[in-house]
């Protein structure tokens, strides 16, 4: 309940307030005194003792920075800045990074040993002792602080944003010495009452989040102008409505000498290179001063590349001024160019990398015809019907429906070598593929089985068809004339066939597709032969 009422109160801070650098250190302060009380949750709600222990070490030692940021956010608040010396720093900074180190260490468990197994109930060594008169010593520190910030001469506001933070540091110090006292000291006579410490915590950051509302301890006008304009990397100039410097801030004093209340003259401090942006934006700035206008202007002078930026200040609809920047943009104009450099290297070998994709595209795309096809023909080679019959083989298909394998041999092609030459043996095995091709369907597939042999396979074809087809084939194929050059007649051939109808097309186990497709052939070959035996130019049906 206490963390969460501490990170309620964080996020309050956080949303209500304009964020300095002051509220930064407090913010941050804030957030290391809701570690405590989430330790304190987190250890009950754990079972295994390593997280109880971690939870233990973590708690004692947000502690211990917690004081020491304590001390340093009292001397913020209260202006003393006297007490940040280095001596007293060291002095601060070492004994609680030492009593972390110790109670991370546990060295014999002289920090704290386990009661029961666990450290929901548990025992402290003399490490926690030496760690609590750090604290104890860290309070006393705070309170010499508040003691000097409050005889000295301050102003009754400051005094009371003291009185806030005293009253926060006792009310922290009394509920811390309880916890000690009853959870500690008399653990042995009274039960654990949790609490105590955290609650100490709330009331604390309660008392300071009182002062930061009421009694405006963060100035943001004076922090503004420390914190936010002087601080910027790009100068800022605020004019009024007669064009006089109301505001300059330090980034800006190098290059233009004005001080508040003289008249800023734009033309005089602008360069005199790019003359048409120079008018452009002159032309912009003086005859409209309702409108916000920029260029980007180079100055020779200073070898700086600048961005000027004017824009009104506007009070209910009036024009009460306007704010003039000049920023340096000369490693961003660098980093421009030499972005648009490697951009325009990058396209060149991106169309080098495309172009070369392509051409590799293109020979992978002839690299896969040529292993799929005949080199003289172009139709498939019978290596790519194998694996088209293997893949139907896979199919799941109508038994009802049969396919069918032609297997061609051309006839007395052994005499048309001989007679004419392997040349012309060549185009008539050529023109035989170009006649085929064009009395097939899109669906069959043609392929060269070897020498003078075509294997044809039609599939979902039944043996009628089949066979009709074949007698196309073979009636085109005894009407083709074959002119070849140096040769005076043109050369006829004829066909014997082979036809098989595959009945049931699948695989029947244990037998692979290779042995199956091979069976198939043989069967298929047998009835090329009997059309050869029975006097060529014949079409034989077998069965499978």
Not at 411 to 440: P, W
Request: glycine share 4%; proline share 4%.
């Amino acid at each position: 309940m206490m963390c969460f009422v501490l990170f309620l109160l964080f996020i309050y801070i956080f949303t209500s307030v304009t964020i300095t650098n002051l509220h930064k250190v407090y913010l941050g302060f804030h957030f290391s005194m809701m570690i405590w009380p989430y330790c304190q949750f987190a250890i009950r709600t754990v079972d295994d003792p390593v997280y109880q222990l971690f939870y233990v070490k973590l708690a004692f030692v947000d502690a211990s920075l917690l004081t020491t940021g304590w001390i340093f956010f009292t001397i913020l608040l209260s202006g003393q800045s006297q007490f940040l010396n280095r001596k007293i720093l060291i002095a601060l900074l070492v004994p609680a990074f030492l009593s972390s180190l110790a109670v991370v260490l546990n060295p014999n468990g002289w920090f704290v040993l386990p009661v029961n197994g666990g450290y929901v109930e548990r025992i402290y060594g003399p490490i926690f002792w030496i760690n609590m008169s750090i604290l104890i010593l860290h309070a006393i520190v705070s309170l010499y602080i508040i003691y000097v910030a409050l005889v000295s001469d301050q102003a009754p506001r400051i005094k009371n944003q003291i009185m806030y933070m005293l009253k926060g540091i006792v009310a922290v110090c009394a509920f811390l010495m309880l916890d000690v006292f009853l959870n500690v000291i008399l653990d042995d006579y009274l039960p654990v009452i949790p609490g105590f410490t955290s609650l100490g915590i709330v009331v604390s950051a309660t008392f300071f989040v009182i002062t930061i509302h009421q009694d405006k301890v963060f100035d943001i006008v004076t922090i503004a102008h420390q914190d936010i304009i002087n601080t910027m990397e790009y100068g800022i100039l605020v004019l009024d409505d007669q064009e006089q410097v109301v505001e300059i801030n330090q980034a800006l004093l190098p290059q233009i000498r004005l001080n508040p209340g003289e008249r800023f003259d734009m033309a005089r401090h602008l360069p005199g290179g790019n003359i048409v942006k120079t008018e452009q934006f002159l032309q912009t700035y003086i005859d409209h001063p309702l409108e916000v206008t920029e260029t980007e202007l180079m100055y020779p002078a200073l070898q700086m590349y600048i961005s000027i930026h004017a824009a009104p200040i506007m009070v209910s609809g009036v024009r009460v001024g306007r704010i003039v920047t000049f920023q340096n943009i000369t490693e961003l104009r660098r980093l421009i160019d030499e972005t648009n450099q490697q951009n325009t290297i990058l396209q060149e070998r991106n169309s080098a990398l495309i172009k070369v994709q392509e051409e590799l595209f293109q020979t992978n795309a002839k690299l896969r015809k040529m292993a799929i096809t005949d080199s003289l023909t172009g139709c498939f080679n019978r290596h790519y019907l194998m694996q088209q019959l293997e893949n139907e083989l896979m199919k799941d298909r109508d038994p009802r429906v049969p396919s069918t394998i032609i297997l061609i041999d051309i006839d007395y092609f052994k005499m048309v070598n001989d007679r004419y030459g392997h040349l012309a043996g060549d185009e008539v095995i050529c023109s035989t593929v170009e006649v085929l091709q064009r009395n097939l369907r899109h669906s069959d597939i043609l392929s060269r089985y070897g020498g003078e042999e075509f294997l044809i396979y039609l599939p979902d074809t039944e043996e009628d068809e089949a066979y009709e087809l074949a007698e196309q084939l073979k009636s085109s194929i005894e009407s083709n004339q074959i002119r070849i050059d140096n040769i005076d007649e043109p050369i006829s051939i004829t066909i014997s066939i082979g036809l098989l109808s595959i009945g049931e097309f699948k695989v029947s186990p244990p037998m692979s597709t290779t042995t199956y497709l091979n069976d198939l052939f043989r069967s298929a070959d047998k009835a090329l032969y009997a059309a050869k035996h029975q006097g060529r130019n014949q079409i034989v049906s077998a069965r499978k």
